[in-house]
């Protein structure tokens, strides 16, 4: 029954802010002890995930990332938010929101359709 739907800007300039939303349907956000997560694939290659927001509110990032990436959330609207800064082209991708695919589990498992995003000036 969980759906999630990602939104967002699909251009981003180069030094800017790449900020994204996830709205989530069909079940909360912070019950059942579920992972929300990003992850994204660049063009031509694998996926990459980027962190996630647990059901307690706790984060955890991709050390690669880290530095750049902030995951929060809004409990009224059973949405979750990822900020990713001082973007460059080589941040171009689809990315996706994402439930781990069981309770305690961060392993996505029900995705969005995902979002386009290009960085470029």
């Known amino acids: 029954q969980v759906q999630l739907q990602e939104s967002g800007p699909g251009l981003v300039k180069p030094s800017q802010t790449l900020s994204l939303t996830c709205t989530v349907s069909g079940g909360s956000i912070t019950t059942n002890y579920y992972y929300w997560s990003w992850i994204r694939q660049p063009p031509g290659k694998g996926l990459e995930w980027m962190g996630y927001i647990a059901y307690s509110g706790s984060t955890y990032y991709s050390p690669s990332l880290k530095s750049r990436t902030s995951i929060s959330r809004d409990t009224s609207k059973n949405q979750f938010t990822l900020q990713l800064s001082s973007v460059t082209p080589e941040d171009t991708a689809v990315y996706y929101c994402?439930?781990?695919?069981?309770?305690?589990?961060?392993?996505?498992?029900?995705w969005g359709q995902g979002t386009q995003v290009t960085v470029s000036s």
């Open positions: 994402a439930r781990g695919v069981k309770s305690g589990s961060y392993n996505p498992g029900y």
